[in-house]
DNA sequence: CATGAATGAGGGTTCATTCAT
DNA sequence: AATGAATGAACCCTCATTCAT
């Protein structure tokens, strides 16, 4: 792991473990291993490192979760992969996931940070949109719909993580239904 | 309103808009038109404020949202009562909706506030076993059906509030439909 | 005891056991069960209740110390029974001895109250004067021999005071002559 | 001098004018010339600080004190020599005396410092005891006999900076003389 | 490029003192 | 006279950022 990556993982540990401000720079050069200088040689400033780890932890699980899939899926099957490669996600990179969860809506994100993620998931929007011209899912506004199925995962990847409960197959098919209905027609 | 419900509503307004740590106490003693040390008669300290902030701020939203019901509603109706409330609340009181939202599950709250919040929400978890015992709820753990229900409060009052729409009847009960059709059996 | 006897003994135990700035108005009222404003009502700050305590404790030690003795003594003896009460005094009231101990010579104390406790302890400096007319003591300036007399009893109050050990007529016998020693000629 | 010294010497001079809580950080920085970050680069705390200066005070002292003498001394003349060098570092560093002075005993020195600084002085309850048993020396307590002598030196050093008396070695030699028959047998 | 000591603005908090009651 | 909530200057300390090495 290169040392941009080091600063970035020690960065997005102690910032979900302490919080944005209990994070000084000092203690995450200490944590990556790195001299403090070293952090201002990759980042102009502690801002910019945020909306980076941001901007990566967003596009990582955006590459994850919208990673190739068999053609012509129908609709629900299709959201059904995304839904559960999102949750394994979540479930499997705890601090990623708190880290936006915490920052998602915070004033230091920038706005144009908040753009460029957003381009990351236009693929929900278009299986969205389909399911509403197919009749399978709910007309209402693709935003709103994007919203429940989004903070329907964020739910239950916070209860999965809290709960400690194992997610196995049987039981994501349980909760991927649980969102479908909420946006089902 | 008297001068500790001035300084609250101060606080509360500038870490919503600023970020809990770029919310000095200075500033939003300015905000509320006090002196700095007057914060201090009524708060010991930062911490304790912003504690004594969440936990009003919960207890405000539940005392609205579980105001008495008629007796005996099934159950469907009497969490769309529920339901109504919390959304109205939200859209109605942004400010106090988005410092929940930003300090759930935050360091700066206490397990102490955390757990005594938590009292102040039993009455959705005896619905939710109740319908789960009348087979009109899906027979999942109750903590996770709470948590679907309330993440689909956040994300309909998020909307609702990003995109500045109206909340009339109508949309109302479609959009507590979506939340029911979550959890229905 | 009146109100104001409370306070200076509630401020000089705080004093000695906290020091002068760990001792607030605030803890001082407390611990003498008055209010705030009270200590105002008596002094008017916290500079001159500390002056005041001071030249209290000075003069309530010099009132034990120089209380009548017999006429005509011999300049020994005479001595002997100054420093016999002086230490009684500083082993009998060790927050007095220390808090004087703790001020003496600091910027606290104004040169007024410097100059007016002075003016209590002239016996001391007639007894010197005559021992050395006599010859029975060096013949060294008064300030010194007062100065030698002076720590040698600050000395043994304070071991005493440090060892717990008991003060008996043998034993004010051996140190007042270490005393007698150290100014005799 | 390097920057930890002068701001030892800063800190120093303006904790024995001014009393430690009127000598703040930032004016201490400002004595020293140097900005008020860099006092924090070296010492971790004000408490800290001042803990430093008081041992390095102390052993100074006692380097001086104790510098090698020649070997099979009588023990008057051993306690003479040190005794000397005692009164002569004093009147030569008034500050490091006052410091030591104000703040032995006090609550801002913590006992580990206390601990450390006695070790230094061992030569002396060394003397003492054996003074002692060759029956030079009153045969009391050597915690005492200590007590007895420090006093003494602190006395004449106040005295000798008070009056601003010249240290000629005639008078060393009365001067000791005083103190040495404080303890004599 | 790499480093980490140095910087100083700004943070939370305290407390002597006041003054309306 | 008695009170104690209110005040704000001043304290100690932190930390993002810089820059000489």
């Known amino acids: 792991m290169v040392k941009k990556e080091?600063?970035?993982?020690?960065?997005?540990?102690?910032?979900?473990e302490r919080g944005l401000y209990d994070a000084p720079i000092s203690l995450i050069?200490?944590?990556a291993q790195v001299p403090v200088g070293s952090v201002y040689t990759y980042y102009e400033s502690?801002?910019?490192?945020?909306?980076?780890?941001?901007?990566?932890?967003?596009?990582?699980?955006?590459?994850?979760?919208?990673?190739?899939v068999p053609p012509d899926l129908p609709i629900k099957e299709e959201m059904a992969?995304?839904?559960?490669?999102?949750?394994?996600?979540?479930?499997?990179?705890?601090?990623?996931?708190?880290?936006?969860?915490?920052?998602?809506?915070?004033?230091?994100?920038?706005?144009?940070?908040?753009?460029?993620?957003?381009?990351?998931?236009?693929?929900?929007?278009?299986?969205?949109?389909?399911?509403?011209e197919t009749g399978?899912?709910?007309?209402?506004?693709?935003?709103?719909?994007?919203?429940?199925?989004y903070t329907n995962i964020i739910g239950i990847v916070k209860y999965l993580l809290a709960s400690k409960m194992e997610l196995d197959p049987t039981l994501e098919v349980h909760l991927f239904n649980c969102c479908w209905d909420t946006i089902k027609c």
């Open 46 to 68: 502690k801002e910019i490192l945020v909306n980076e780890i941001y901007r990566n932890a967003k596009r990582d699980m955006s590459q994850h979760v919208f990673a190739s």
């Open 29 to 31: 050069a200490k944590e």
């Open 6 to 16: 080091i600063i970035e993982q020690a960065a997005l540990k102690l910032i979900v």
């Open 136 to 149: 399978e899912i709910k007309p209402l506004n693709v935003d709103l719909l994007h919203q429940l199925v």
């Open 81 to 132: 992969i995304y839904w559960v490669r999102a949750v394994r996600y979540g479930v499997s990179n705890p601090n990623a996931f708190y880290f936006m969860e915490q920052l998602t809506n915070s004033p230091h994100i920038s706005p144009l940070s908040q753009e460029q993620v957003r381009g990351e998931f236009v693929r929900v929007f278009q299986v969205l949109e389909k399911g509403i």
